[in-house]
C-alpha cells in the first residue's frame, strides 16, 4: 500500500457516528425503500478523512478499524468526492485518508460518516463554496443515512431517513455501545422486518410511522430516565430474529443497570443509555466480564455534526 504523506494543503474533516434513539419503521415501498420517522443523536466516536491532491485515488486506511475499510471504488467515502468532483467539472484524483474509530458495519453510519466528511472536505480542498442544503442533497444521493452527520446534534429524519429537521434538546447523554464481531447487512435487517410483518400481517393497515411525544418530551427535559424507557426501534425483532445473540446482549445490559438498551440502526451494535459516565464504565466492566460482545465503546451524545479540523493527524 502507498502511504500518503502529510502533505500541506490536505484537508481533514472529522465526522461523528449516530445512534437512532428512536426508529419508526413504515411499509415496503415500491422502490424498495421505508419511509421512517427517527430521531438520530451524533455521539462522540469519530472518523477522520484527509483527501490530498494525489496522482490517482487512493484509499489509506488507518485507525482502530482500519483492515475493515474497502479500499475500493465502493468505498463511500471515495463516491462522495468522486460526485463532488463530477458535478463541479473538478479533473483531479486525490489520496483519501481515513482514519477510522466507528465501528464497522454497526448500525452506526461511519460509511455514511465518512462520505459526508469527504463531501465536506471535497468542497473545501477545490474552494467551491458550497452551502449546507447543497451538501445536504449530495449526501441523500449517496445513502440515507449520509445527511445527518452533516448536521449532528439530535435531528428528527424522516422520508428515507434523509429529510432532517432540527430537535429542541438539552443535556448531554452517556452511551456504552456494544460491538459485534461480525456485522449484519442493512438490506438484510429491512427484509427480515418486511418478512415478520407479512408473516403476522401487521403491513396491512400500517399508521404512518411517527416519533413518540414521549421521547422527544425526555429530550426538552434532558432527563435520561424518560429517554432510557422512550428508546424504541422497530428494526430491533428483525435483527434479534438474525441474531439471537443480540437479545441476550441487550437484556444483559439491562440487567446490569442500563436506563436502556437498543440496537442501533440495523445492528449488530447494541446501545445501552447510562445515568452518568461512572454508571458507563460500569456497565462496561460488568459486559466485558459476561464475554457477550467482541468491543465496548463509551461515547456521549449529542457532538457536532462534520467539521474542519485542518491539518492531517501524524
Ligand atoms: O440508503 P441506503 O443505501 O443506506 O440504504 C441501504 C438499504 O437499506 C436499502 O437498499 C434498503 O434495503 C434499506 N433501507 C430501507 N429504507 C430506508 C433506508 C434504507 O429499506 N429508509
Redesign the pocket.
Known sequence: MTVAPTLPGAVTVRAPAKVNLELRVGP?RPD?????ATVFQAVSLHDEISVTRWDEWQVVPTGTYAALIPTDGDNLAVRAAKLVAEQWDVDEKLSIRIDKDIPVAGGMAGGSADAAAALLACDQLWGLGLMRDELAELAATL???VPFPLTGGNAMGSG??DQLAPVLARGTFHWVFAISDVGLS??AV?AECDRLRDLTGSATDMPEPQVSPELMGALRSGDPVALGAALHNDLEPAAFSLRPDLKELRDAGVEFGALGGIVSGSGPTVAFLTESHEASLDLSVSLAAADLCRDLRRAKGPVHGAHVVGAPRT
Open positions: 415496503r424498495g425503500y421505508h419511509d421512517l445513502g440515507s443515512d428515507r431517513g442493512t438490506p429491512y
